[in-house]
């Protein structure tokens, strides 16, 4: 086999071998075929909430599953193939094969990430908060690059975005705002990026064109459903309403119909202004302190089995996850998992697929990764 072909077939077998380790593959052949049984039993409807939830996990699995015999067949095919021009000298057939393993490689790594979004809420839509750091007009700037960053990534993947909430800097950008992405495996996809991102760049606010380094942090949390009860005790809220506004002065309402919730006990604070409507805002306020409670749940749950706890920290120095460098070079570093990109043009268009799921695969292999961060 070519050396190309060769590293076809190793990237696709990585992708199969990530895969299988996240379904815990023995595991999962025996949970599919209780499934299969227990959907063949008709007591399954006498609780169709139950039902559903069998039907689909057994969805699931089936799909993922089924990819991987899918993919394993299709190389095992393209390989005898690359074989038989090799042993005819056949160069057509030689690139037919090549060509094969090459289509293959790339869906094995699309399918991989797929495979990889299987936690409780993966498939849930996301709420996606951006707050600038400490820096005034720098920071706010950065702030809405990024804004604008997870709204191109959105758009990429047809996903839908609505801003629930926004506050504009004084003289640019925006001090903090949050979006809405609705679409399948949002969550899954955008908790990734949780935490504080890095941007060092010469300021175009500086009369002197000096090199500044700007911090924001992302924080990203499920929209939850009416399935998922969680509790909260109208004594336990701080309520204040406002005067809503928007970017360049649109949607700007003359009447209070802003909501901010702050729930005391945890000293979480979240806020509505997408609707004039200051009962509707109160409802999605309610709808995102909800959620923001239940992913500080999840987040407990998965430190608890990792044995480790990543506490939300300051947006500065030592805390990034993630930093942009435009001057004097061009590189955009992720510090989890040392994935590099030399396109920062692309990474601020939208293009932050391979970041997430260099993000994932981390988790199911638990790898840590030693990173310096670049300057």
Not at 243 to 269: E, K, L, W
Request: net charge negative; charged share 30%; proline share 2%.
């Amino acid at each position: 086999m070519r050396a190309e072909g060769q590293a076809h077939i190793d990237r696709i077998e990585a992708a199969l071998t990530l895969v299988r380790k996240s379904l815990d593959w023995e595991r999962a052949l025996r949970r599919l075929d209780e499934f299969n049984a227990r959907v063949e039993d008709p007591k399954l409807w006498d609780d169709p909430k139950q039902a559903e939830a069998v039907m689909r996990e057994r969805r699931r699995l089936e799909a993922s599953i089924g990819t991987v015999h899918e993919i394993s067949q299709e190389m095992a095919d393209a390989i005898e193939f690359v074989e038989l021009g090799e042993a005819e000298d056949d160069a057509d057939t030689i690139t037919e094969g090549l060509s094969s393993l090459a289509a293959l490689a790339r869906r094995a790594d699309a399918d991989k990430v797929q495979a990889l979004l299987s936690g409780e809420a993966d498939g849930n839509d996301a709420y996606l908060e951006v707050h600038a750091g400490a820096g005034g007009t720098e920071s706010q700037d950065w702030a809405e690059m990024l804004q604008r960053m997870y709204t191109r990534w959105a758009e990429r993947h047809g996903f839908k975005v609505e801003m629930v909430d926004y506050h504009a800097g004084e003289q640019a950008g925006i001090k903090s705002c949050t979006l809405h992405i609705k679409g399948e495996n949002a969550y899954g996809y955008a908790k990734t990026e949780s935490g504080v991102h890095r941007l060092v760049r010469i300021s175009p606010y500086d009369s002197s064109a000096r090199r500044h380094t700007s911090f924001s942090s992302v924080w990203v949390y499920p929209v939850i459903d009416d399935n998922i009860d969680i509790e909260i005790k109208e004594s336990d809220l701080k309520i204040d309403t406002y005067r809503a506004s928007g970017a360049g002065g649109q949607h700007v309402n003359t009447t209070d119909s802003a909501v901010r919730i702050t729930h005391i006990p945890t000293g979480i604070i979240v806020a509505s202004q997408s609707d004039r409507s200051q009962h509707k805002n109160r409802a999605t306020a309610m709808g995102m302190l909800k959620a923001r409670m239940y992913e500080a749940e999840l987040a407990k749950r998965e430190a608890e089995a990792s044995g480790e706890y990543q506490a939300k920290t300051e947006i500065g120095w030592g805390h990034q996850i993630r930093s942009y460098v435009l001057q004097p070079y061009q590189q955009v570093k992720d510090l989890r998992t040392g994935y590099v990109s030399t396109a920062p043009g692309d990474v601020l268009d939208g293009d932050i697929d391979n970041f997430m799921a260099a993000v994932l695969a981390q988790k199911v292999t638990g790898e840590k990764v030693s990173v310096e961060d670049i300057d």
